[in-house]
């Protein structure tokens, strides 16, 4: 067996300790060899639960010291681009949290450096690796579905208050980016979009696609994280149709029959399955690109797609603030 791929995570805050974390047992030949937080009591805390080597609360010692294959950066957003392009340059491959950085421009610094460097920079868009999308995603794609004709998606949250300082805090950048990252996953590039907004809170955007296709979406943070809102319908050719609910459940049906479903039972309350959801399949995507070297295939939501997804939300953010004005997305 070759030796174990040592990682280390910048940040132990309160989604990386319920949502990265508890993924590492899952691959296997895997060590975190280090933890790095300002706050060395919730650095030492997750090591000693989750098995880390050592504790760091300056992420640059950690660099030169720990001995590391790959990085895991999961802290404030506004710290994503300029942690991963330190990272980079160290010459070391980093995985962020969602969004890559709070720009389009930042995300784009962050390619630049990627290719400039040769280092993978890995975007965390968990609902690409969702066995469910992953499933829908290759139906999309086959023969059988025909050409993308619609796609349909109605995504709800609880309350956010839009704090203009604290981009972790907008509605559009945090929840609802995970949807217009789907977006493109599924149903490949937009080409163009017109989109209205009230008070930051609810958005309706309607979508043109490169490939054709159109599209919409109706986004809002005025429901509750109690009740999951997250249903997704494509459309194909004649007869094909998908509907997808909550990241989890999938029916496919092609000339009125069923071809093909997912629908996963569970056994823990709410089933926030970290597997289900993503979380699990997203960390091993990056061990497995960090073990491949040059040879791995590029993940996914390497960061070439995450620029392409903030120029898609910069465009839709623009159109609303327009009151619906068309928006063409740049094809680079």
């Known amino acids: 067996m070759s030796a174990p791929l040592r990682l280390g995570i910048i940040g132990a805050g309160n989604l990386s300790s319920r949502r990265i974390y508890p993924c590492l047992h899952s691959i ?21 639960k989750f ?44 995985y962020t949290e969602k969004p890559p950085a ?9 390619l630049d450096t990627s290719r400039r460097t040769g280092r993978l920079c890995m ?12 499933k829908a995603k290759a139906i999309v794609d ?32 945090d929840f609802a980016l995970h949807i217009i990252d789907l977006t493109r996953f599924l149903f490949g590039e937009v080409a163009e979009v017109f989109a209205w907004e009230r008070e930051q809170t609810a958005y309706a955007v309607s979508l043109r696609f490169a490939n054709g296709a159109v599209g919409t979406l109706a986004l809002t943070s005025h429901r509750d994280y109690a009740v999951s809102t997250e249903k997704v319908e494509l459309t194909g050719g004649q ?17 009125r029959q069923v071809k093909a479903w997912h629908s996963p039972s569970f056994s823990t309350a709410g089933g926030d399955s970290l597997i289900e959801t993503g979380f699990q399949g997203e960390l091993a995507a990056f061990v497995a690109a960090c073990r491949g ?36 997305i740049p094809t680079e």
């Open 28 to 48: 296997d030949n895997l060590v975190l060899a280090a933890v790095c937080d300002l706050d060395e009591e919730k650095a030492r805390r997750n090591a000693q």
């Open 51 to 94: 098995g880390g080597e050592r504790v760091y609360t300056d992420f640059r010692r950690m660099l030169a010291e720990a001995d590391l294959d790959g990085v895991v950066v999961c802290v404030d957003p506004r710290a994503h681009e300029a942690l991963a392009v330190e990272v980079m340059e160290a010459g070391l491959p980093v």
């Open 102 to 110: 709070v720009t389009a421009a930042g995300a784009r610094r962050m």
């Open 123 to 134: 975007t965390a868009f968990k609902k690409r690796y969702a066995p469910a999308y992953v």
């Open 142 to 173: 086959g023969l059988d579905f025909g050409p993308p004709h619609l796609l349909s998606i109605d995504y709800a949250s609880g309350p956010y208050n839009n704090d203009p300082a604290n981009p972790r805090r907008w509605f559009l950048l």
């Open 239 to 255: 007869g094909r149709m998908m509907t997808l609910a909550n990241s989890v459940e999938l029916t496919y049906w092609q000339d």
């Open 293 to 328: 070297g040059g040879d791995a295939l590029e993940p996914p939501s390497a960061i070439a797609s995450s620029y392409r997804t903030m120029l898609l939300y910069e465009a839709i953010k623009q159109s609303a603030e327009a009151g619906g004005q068309a928006v063409k």
